[in-house]
């Protein structure tokens, strides 16, 4: 499994911006989906994750009614629209496939990483 995540950039506080994690294989629409971000200096933590189906989704407290996480499952896509966002929220965001059945905030619990795509927001 590769997955391949884009959409980073600088912005300007209060600005929108949509990542995307394309992945590869044949068992995508089987396995929950996460984001998860580092800033400098600190560990990585969860951001989002979504069930396989897209049915179940869940945020980090620190996120939760700016981001939204969401799937394509015929394009072996995920994706993470982030809006009203704040020089906190700066970091390399990657994307993760997780377990099939669960959807883990667990970063432990997930497989495979993407690369990681650089967001900067500048205040």
């Known amino acids: 499994v590769q997955l391949q995540a884009s959409g980073g950039g600088l912005v300007q506080a209060g600005d929108s911006l949509r990542l995307s994690c394309a992945a590869s294989g044949r068992t995508f629409s089987i396995h929950a989906m996460g984001w998860f971000r580092q800033a400098p200096g600190k560990e990585r933590e969860f951001v989002a994750a979504i069930s396989y189906s897209g049915s179940s989704t869940y945020y980090s407290d620190s996120v939760k009614d700016r981001f939204t996480i969401s799937r394509d499952n015929a394009k072996n896509t995920v994706y993470l629209q982030m809006n009203s966002l704040k020089s906190e929220d700066t970091a390399v965001y990657y994307c993760?496939?997780?377990?099939?059945?669960?959807?883990?905030?667990?970063?432990?619990?997930?497989?495979?990483w993407g690369q990681g795509t650089l967001v900067t927001v500048s205040s």
């Open positions: 993760a496939q997780g377990p099939w059945g669960r959807v883990p905030a667990n970063s432990r619990e997930y497989d495979y």
